[in-house]
């Protein structure tokens, strides 16, 4: 006895829109997907793409901009690059974290600070 009492498809749900019954702990056929509990279906559209993917945002909120930190912070994966390599952009990039109330940052790009540089890099107490 076959049909829909058995879970066997007998393809008259499958005609009817119905999908592909299945029996509870049984597996979808190949290429199908349980649309409801006990019944298959194949997708009916194709795949998404991520190329194609263009999420709308639906955050609603006032903005509330924040310039500087209430408290000295930490840049703990900051990227300076070649603001490392003269002492005239390294104190151009701390007196950008000065007005941000940075006070230290971590580099963390892999930047190697030549030995006459080393010497000169700005400190100060935190």
Do not use: W
């Amino acid at each position: 006895m076959g049909g829909l009492a058995t879970g066997r498809s007998t393809g008259l749900a499958t005609e009817r829109g119905l999908g592909t019954p299945i029996s509870p702990g049984d597996e979808c056929p190949p290429g199908q997907s349980e649309v409801r509990p006990g019944r298959c279906e194949a997708p009916t559209l194709p795949p998404p793409s991520i190329v194609d993917y263009r999420p709308q945002s639906t955050l609603v909120t006032p903005e509330h901009l924040v310039p500087r930190a209430k408290y000295p912070a930490i840049d703990f994966h900051g990227h300076p690059g070649r603001r490392l390599l003269s002492q005239d952009a390294l104190a151009d990039m701390v007196a950008e974290l000065d007005t941000l109330n940075v006070r230290v940052m971590v580099a963390a790009d892999g930047a190697h600070v030549p030995k006459p540089l080393g010497d000169l890099v700005p400190t100060r107490e935190i």
